[in-house]
């Protein structure tokens, strides 16, 4: 299959250890964000979103975190997993539900 | 449930020629995208369709693309004539509203323009 993101920047971490992949997101009025993961060949799948509202959002060893004074939003992994290898995207939602999508970020896990 | 259906999984064009690439979205997702993602890039909106209408086609070379969405299901995207440059995975997603919700993406078509 194709691999995604040849020259993206890049995020190792050993298996076990915590991740954290930062976006900076353009517009600030933007209301809506969602962390995707793309696997090779694959279309990227939804991890987790948030709204302008709130700060902070956990799911499953997932945590988004948004800082809405400098643009800013992390997607942080707990325990990382080999299964967790991927290229990360974040999205904002600039208005009439139009996602942009930010360059990504590959995470490399080691066993 | 089922997902986002796409189709060819590949293909391989010369410059020039067209090409047309298929979606089926989830059942009762009225919200419809097409997305191209060049390699080492995020996706980049194309069209965005609400039912079988046109909410934002904004990003969409007119002059050679053209997508349709007719009874407010499947869609096609087409390229005619393609350039190299339109090497890339061309991705469609599906929501229910469009309104604060995750998209659901299809595995995509992965065209290369030769």
């Known amino acids: 299959g194709e691999s995604v993101g040849l020259h993206l920047p890049t995020l190792s971490v050993q298996e076990g250890d915590n991740s954290i992949i930062n976006c900076a997101y353009s517009?600030?009025?933007?209301?809506?964000f969602i962390w995707y993961k793309q696997e090779s060949g694959k279309g990227p799948q939804f991890i987790i979103d948030?709204?302008?509202?709130?700060d902070k959002r956990q799911g499953q060893r997932v945590t988004v975190l948004l800082n809405k004074t400098v643009k800013h939003l992390s997607l942080q992994i707990a325990a990382t997993q080999p299964g967790d290898s991927a290229v990360y995207f974040c999205?904002?939602?600039?208005?009439?539900?139009?996602?942009?999508f930010g360059t990504g970020t590959r995470l490399l896990v080691s066993p | 449930e089922a997902g986002v259906a796409q189709s060819p999984r590949y293909k391989i064009i010369e410059k020039r020629q067209s090409v047309a690439f298929w979606c089926n979205p989830i059942?009762?997702?009225?919200?419809l995208y097409w997305y191209q993602q060049i390699l080492g890039q995020g996706p980049k909106l194309l069209i965005q369709f609400q039912n079988n209408g046109v909410v934002d086609d904004s990003q969409l070379p007119k002059d050679r693309f053209s997508a349709e969405r007719l009874k407010g299901v499947d869609s096609t995207l087409k390229i005619q004539p393609a350039k190299l440059e339109d090497s890339a995975v061309y991705l469609c997603?599906?929501?229910?509203?469009?309104?604060?919700?995750?998209?659901?993406f299809g595995s995509g078509t992965q065209l290369s323009v030769l």
């Open positions: 517009n600030s009025a933007s209301d809506y």
């Open positions: 948030i709204r302008s509202n709130m």
């Open positions: 059942s009762g997702h009225a919200t």
């Open positions: 999205a904002e939602n600039t208005g009439f539900q139009k996602l942009v």
């Open positions: 997603a599906s929501s229910y509203t469009g309104v604060f919700e995750k998209l659901f």
